[in-house]
């Protein structure tokens, strides 16, 4: 993986890990379907199998687009991904201190909903979910059991 890859597209500023990588972003279509790659990437490198790391691309999906939700377009984010312990460890860091995702009372298998499903998904696919509040926002963090081939 990149060390750097803030050079190549501004906004997007990535740092290797072992076992993962944490980068700061600028939110944007092109960034998360970037990170979306990365996460895949990184996890089939520390050796996930492929459908606990489509888990947690979908994941992180879901808690980038709750961030810009909460926060608008463009905000800046930081996403950390990594395998530790047998487990897939995701955080998605925003500058909002005060507002924490809440799960809507949709359904999943309701067919009229356009929106609100997000954290139902992230429950079903972790082993649960929290928000830990910093000086400069909060992270809302999770597990994904993994499976390492």
């Keep these: 993986m990149a060390e750097a890859h803030g050079t190549l597209n501004p906004g997007f500023y990535l740092r290797s890990?072992?076992?993962?990588?944490?980068?700061?972003?600028?939110?944007?279509?092109?960034?998360?379907?970037?990170?979306r790659e990365l996460t895949g990437r990184a996890l089939a490198e520390a050796g996930v199998d492929s459908a606990t790391a489509e888990s947690a691309q979908l994941v992180v999906s879901e808690l980038v687009g709750n961030s810009v939700r909460a926060c608008g377009p463009s905000v800046?984010?930081?996403?950390?991904?990594?395998?530790?312990?047998?487990?897939?460890?995701?955080?998605?860091?925003?500058?909002?201190?005060?507002?924490?995702?809440?799960?809507?009372?949709?359904?999943?298998?309701?067919a009229e909903a356009e929106s609100g499903r997000g954290l139902a998904l992230v429950e079903l696919l972790t082993s649960g979910w929290r928000v830990v509040r910093s000086p400069v926002g909060k992270q809302v963090r999770c597990r994904l059991e993994a499976v390492t081939c």
């Design 17 to 35: 890990r072992p076992r993962g990588f944490v980068v700061h972003l600028l939110a944007s279509g092109e960034n998360l379907r970037a990170v």
């Design 76 to 110: 800046p984010l930081v996403v950390e991904v990594s395998v530790r312990r047998g487990a897939v460890v995701l955080g998605v860091h925003d500058p909002d201190p005060v507002g924490v995702p809440r799960r809507r009372g949709v359904a999943m298998d309701d």
